[in-house]
């Protein structure tokens, strides 16, 4: 009777009575066992649970640590190249700029300076201050350039292009004609369409017929640009663009077409090697843009500049080109010349300096009636670009040597 649990023992049992069980003794144990079972179940459970909390725990102190780690070094290689010498403020007398390296003026005998003038403590905190601002002011340009690198990347490779709803794909249509008009304006309107794209690109950045127009006005502004610093930066702001845009569009020949361009803007300063270099990516780039837009007159005056530069290669770029590269680039000046001769067979008066060079090339062949006709023609068109400009100067060099 001890043995057994009260609860099996019958309710109507007496004082006296003998226990009689409810279950069997071998039910018994079976439910035994189960509960057993249950309870170690319940407990692997819970320590399985506590593990699993611990591990997440650890794992979040790890990533904020590598987080704090990664901007901690980060801010100190963006000081160290920001400001690779420390500088002292100076005080409200002594000169207009915030920062510079000695004091001027009289010497204060404070000891918050030491010898030779040079402010300590007040500057130094004043440095730490400036310099913390600037590093996260550097480290935020940083991220806005690398967000304009991969703006891109916002689509991604294995799906198709962003679609915009009715109203964006409106007003897309509306800024491509804005910065249309203001590409064939003057040097105002040119600027003003740059800028017009950069206040756009958030929006637009995913969009063919947007990316390829923003490169363009990288162009523009590297022709209006004098400065080598910022014609270099201008180009390669573009090149870039279209770098990331050849990947997901490389059945565009407006891309191809400005890519080739900014790569020759790029190269201008660059030695003689990597001009050549220059020069085959531009010939690759477009010759695709042709078989894609066989009709596009601009395509053929590209053309035939490269034709023309190659056929006049001097004695020690030939030397170069022979020096560093198996199969160097050829052409000749008829083959200039019959690129020239298509841009006028589809679209006639297309540019003045096309007929300049028509009118260059005919000479170096050696066929003078021919030369004289087509500096003729090229005089009865306006100059409406910085080119054509030049072109008028060279048109005028022709004249006066063909007098003589």
Request: proline letters at 4%; a negative charge; charged letters at 30%.
């Amino acid at each position: 009777a001890q043995a057994v649990p009260g609860v099996l023992l019958r309710a109507d049992a007496g004082d006296g009575a003998v226990p009689s069980p409810l279950l069997r003794q071998d039910e018994q144990l079976e439910l035994l066992e189960r509960l057993d079972f249950v309870v170690r179940n319940v407990t692997e459970l819970r320590k399985e649970v506590e593990e699993l909390r611990n591990s997440l725990q650890d794992l979040a102190v790890e990533i904020v640590g590598e987080v704090r780690t990664h901007l901690e070094e980060t801010q100190r290689v963006t000081r160290r190249r920001k400001f690779p010498f420390p500088r002292d403020r100076s005080d409200s007398t002594g000169s207009s700029s915030i920062y510079f390296t000695s004091s001027s003026g009289n010497p204060n005998t404070d000891d918050g300076e030491s010898e030779g003038g040079y402010t300590t403590a007040n500057a130094e905190s004043d440095y730490d201050r400036e310099s913390e601002r600037e590093s996260e002011d550097e480290m935020s340009c940083d991220t806005v350039r690398t967000m304009r690198r991969h703006s891109l990347d916002l689509v991604p490779e294995d799906e198709s292009p962003l679609v915009l709803d009715s109203s964006l794909e409106d007003g897309l249509g509306q800024l491509l004609e804005q910065a249309d008009r203001l590409h064939s304006g003057d040097e105002q309107d040119r600027r003003e369409g740059f800028q017009l794209l950069l206040n756009n690109k958030l929006v637009y950045a995913g969009q063919r017929e947007f990316l390829w127009r923003l490169a363009r006005a990288h162009c523009d502004m590297w022709e209006l640009t004098e400065d080598a610093d910022e014609r270099r930066s201008y180009a390669t702001g573009g090149k870039e663009e279209l770098e990331l845009a050849l990947q997901k569009w490389d059945q565009s020949a407006e891309c191809h077409q400005w890519f080739a361009i900014l790569c020759g803007q790029v190269s201008e300063q660059e030695s003689i090697p990597k001009r050549i270099q220059a020069g085959y990516i531009f010939k690759e780039h477009i010759d695709k843009a042709i078989a894609l837009k066989p009709q596009d007159p601009q395509l053929y005056y590209l053309l035939g500049r490269w034709c023309y530069q190659v056929a006049h290669l001097g004695w020690l770029e030939k030397r170069t080109v022979s020096a560093l590269f198996e199969t160097p680039p050829t052409a000749t000046v008829q083959d200039a010349l019959q690129n020239f001769l298509r841009v006028e067979e589809l679209s006639p008066g297309f540019s003045k300096a096309g007929r300049v060079y028509i009118a260059k090339c005919y000479r170096d062949l050696g066929n003078a009636s021919a030369a004289v006709l087509w500096m003729d023609l090229a005089s009865e068109l306006p100059g409406n670009t910085k080119e054509d400009a030049e072109s008028e100067k060279e048109l005028e060099e022709m004249r006066s040597v063909w007098e003589e």
